[in-house]
């Protein structure tokens, strides 16, 4: 068997995968992007083998499959699970993503086979397990041949795939983790789906050690350390900055620092010299129960880029963003300041930060 990883050039930071039994010339295609359907044929034509499956851990959302053109070129055989029956369903939340014309089209590719937990699926001599591993869809698959374990968007290298996209679940995301995926053992190869800093593979027993969404917690205190991670774009420079939606929890571009980072004292000291600040917490609205800065204007930062026209004309009015601890606010300040703002601030800790400070929340 040979593990064959192709690396997608097209800013979605995708991995995807061939899986060859050269003796019997055929092989699997795990997570085809459309953009490396020429790839797969280099490749597949180098190991002299054919195509005969294709499998889909998960409707994507960020890159349409090239499981469709595959199909045409080999005739090869499409797996996806059962839940996907229901795909269309999560075009209803879609459109605050930009991402309804990916999951449509992937929604269009027929699906061949729909397989369930602890299914096998042979490729020749090849036998891939399939687990189910709802979290980042709630019908997500990861792949298990001997000791390689390939996890689509569900754990990637040093964190893991986001769950606020439509279909998923952290509570879910938690259990697969936890009750599925680390029970198998410390020597198992991880192949991500994604990967935004050339990582190959990584075996799992480092990932324990050096993963933090990996690291022992309770339930409730995974959903409240994932829940402040999820970037929703991201700027894919090689495309003239066109915006990219990112799959893991982390950045696929570095921030050039065009805006600035203040803390909770310096916010309060703006806010008593300037009574025409623009504070903007970038929270979900069920957040602000939990207390907010007097004075925000609430847009959730993954409905940032189409209401842009409620911030002010005057682009070099002071904007401070908010969230919880920093995080979602320190993308929106990127996002704002290669937009055109040039007087972008983040708030260091965020409302959380601002209340430990001895400021007031209103609300709380």
Request: aromatic letters at 8%; proline letters at 4%; one cysteine or more.
């Amino acid at each position: 068997m040979t593990i064959t990883q192709i690396r997608s050039t097209d800013g979605t930071g995708t991995l995807s995968y061939l899986i060859s039994d050269e003796e019997n010339k055929v092989a699997a295609a795990i997570d085809p992007n459309i953009e490396d359907v020429k790839n797969f044929k280099v490749c597949a034509a180098e190991n002299r083998v054919k195509i005969t499956h294709i499998i889909d851990t998960h409707t994507h959302a960020d890159h349409v499959s090239g499981s469709g053109e595959l199909k045409e070129i080999y005739g090869s055989e499409i797996y996806m699970h059962t839940e996907t029956k229901n795909k269309m369903k999560v075009l209803e939340n879609a459109a605050k993503f930009g991402i309804e014309d990916i999951l449509k089209a992937n929604a269009a590719i027929k699906v061949d086979h729909f397989v369930n937990d602890g299914d096998i699926i042979e490729v020749g001599s090849i036998k891939i397990k399939v687990i189910h591993s709802p979290g980042h869809t709630d019908n997500h698959i990861t792949l298990l041949i001997e000791n390689n374990l390939f996890t689509g968007d569900l754990l990637l290298i040093g964190q893991a795939g986001r769950s606020d996209l439509p279909g998923g679940n952290t509570e879910d995301q938690y259990d697969t983790l936890f009750n599925k995926i680390i029970p198998l053992g410390g020597n198992i190869k991880i192949y991500p789906g994604h990967d935004y800093e050339d990582n190959e593979f990584a075996y799992l027993k480092d990932e324990l050690k050096n993963n933090p969404f990996l690291l022992p917690r309770s339930k409730k205190e995974y959903v409240e350390f994932v829940k402040d991670f999820f970037p929703p774009f991201a700027e894919n420079t090689s495309e003239g900055g066109k915006m990219t939606l990112q799959c893991g929890v982390k950045r696929v571009t570095k921030s050039d620092e065009g805006f600035k980072s203040i803390n909770v004292d310096e916010l309060a000291e703006m806010i008593n010299e300037n009574k025409e600040l623009f504070l903007l917490d970038v929270r979900e609205p069920f957040e602000l129960i939990m207390g907010k800065v007097n004075g925000i204007k609430n847009i959730p930062i993954g409905e940032l880029p189409r209401r842009l026209s409620e911030l002010p004309d005057d682009k070099s009015k002071e904007i401070v963003c908010i969230c919880a601890t920093g995080s979602r606010s320190y993308e929106a300040s990127d996002y704002l300041y290669k937009k055109g703002y040039k007087n972008v601030i983040n708030l260091e800790g965020g409302t959380y930060a601002w209340f430990n400070g001895g400021y007031e929340l209103a609300g709380h």
